[in-house]
């Protein structure tokens, strides 16, 4: 077995090693299930690194190819094939309408031939998707360091598959299930925090397939857990050590991507809306100063969505008589209000 895993960690492009590792690893992986994992992640790892595009996802081959500018030379064969059926054809019709004593027709005619078949999926397509397939029934093991581990594998995964997508809304499906129950209550702040990572690439891959799961299911929940935390944050000044908790980093990682989760699935002014009542308390001074610069970045990516919407929630964020309370929110409140200004402006 160990030498099946050192072979097929030096021969990534060999699909039949990884088949059989993959069968190994289903029927009999047990107390090896840590080592296949690991194999499983570098070689995810390698596939998007090898097959990486400008938009950080990978492509096929055929797509480097065509991009590269040089045809091989079974595609030059086809096209010189194509041409010369096309050259035939053309001479046979002329004749043709010059015996009969017609006018060529115009119209294409329709010769009967099939339909191209669908061409195979590239091979690393292939083997990603088989491996996310295996790996996927361990995230809901009682093992952490397992479910941190197939979660790593599950986000670099879906970006090797992000250039087939008949590949990656199935696994997107079956990934969803398990994925909502790392969000329940009580849950694991590090798994939420990795989950949470995992669900920000996957909206921005397959937004419309999981938008409205997202907004009913998972959002609610990041929501509730931000509210519930914020007292807790309150005063915590650099040297506490609730900077060290992942509490902390949590709330942190929540600020840092909801507002890009947010663009991606394209928020209606009601999830706007509760998201703007739930990350306004990380405007106070009396959060920590990355919390609240956290929370000034979602408001301006909110503001992409509407603009209105977040300038209005601003400025009536708090009514004018709790002076020793705007005071509290008032120097960042400010903040992202000039900022609203000023892209209105730049916008007229």
Not at 53 to 71: I, L, R, W, Y
Not at 79 to 95: L, M
Not at 177 to 192: A, K, T, Y
Not at 315 to 328: A, C, Q, R
Request: proline share 5%; with cysteine; net charge negative.
């Amino acid at each position: 077995m160990i030498m099946l895993v050192l072979e097929c960690c030096n021969n990534l492009n060999n699909l039949h090693l990884y088949q059989v590792l993959l069968v190994n690893f289903n029927l009999r992986s047990g107390r090896n299930t840590p080592a296949f994992l690991r194999v499983f992640y570098a070689s995810i790892c390698a596939l998007r690194r090898w097959y990486r595009t400008s938009d950080g996802h990978t492509s096929s081959p055929k797509d480097n190819a065509s991009c590269s500018g040089h045809p091989s030379v079974v595609e030059g064969l086809l096209e010189y094939h194509r041409c010369q059926d096309s050259q035939v054809t053309s001479t046979d019709d002329h004749e043709m309408s010059q015996d009969l004593n017609v006018a060529p027709v115009e119209e294409s005619v329709d010769l009967g031939e099939d339909e191209p078949m669908k061409e195979p999926d590239p091979t690393h397509i292939v083997l990603a998707a088989n491996i996310l397939k295996s790996v996927l029934h361990f995230l809901p093991s009682h093992d952490r360091n397992l479910q941190l581990l197939v979660i790593s594998i599950l986000t670099e995964g879906v970006q090797v598959l992000a250039a087939c997508q008949d590949q990656l809304l199935p696994i997107v499906h079956l990934v969803w299930s398990p994925l909502v129950g790392r969000f329940n209550q009580g849950s694991d702040p590090l798994i939420v925090k990795r989950s949470f990572e995992l669900l920000r690439v996957l909206a921005q891959l397959a937004r419309d397939f999981i938008r409205t799961r997202t907004l009913s299911v998972v959002l609610p929940s990041l929501c509730k857990f931000l509210i519930e935390t914020a007292p807790t944050s309150r005063k915590k000044d650099i040297g506490s050590a609730y900077r060290f908790t992942q509490v902390y980093k949590l709330q942190r990682e929540l600020l840092d991507g909801l507002g890009e989760m947010a663009t991606h699935l394209d928020l209606a002014e009601k999830e706007l809306d509760n998201v703007l009542e739930t990350v306004f308390p990380y405007l106070s001074i009396q959060q920590p100063q990355p919390l609240q610069e956290g929370c000034i970045k979602l408001l301006k990516q909110l503001a992409k969505l509407d603009a209105d919407v977040v300038w209005l929630k601003l400025v009536n964020l708090l009514p004018g008589d709790k002076t020793s309370i705007i005071d509290e929110f008032q120097n960042n409140r400010e903040l992202v209000i000039k900022f609203l200004d000023s892209s209105c402006n730049c916008a007229g």
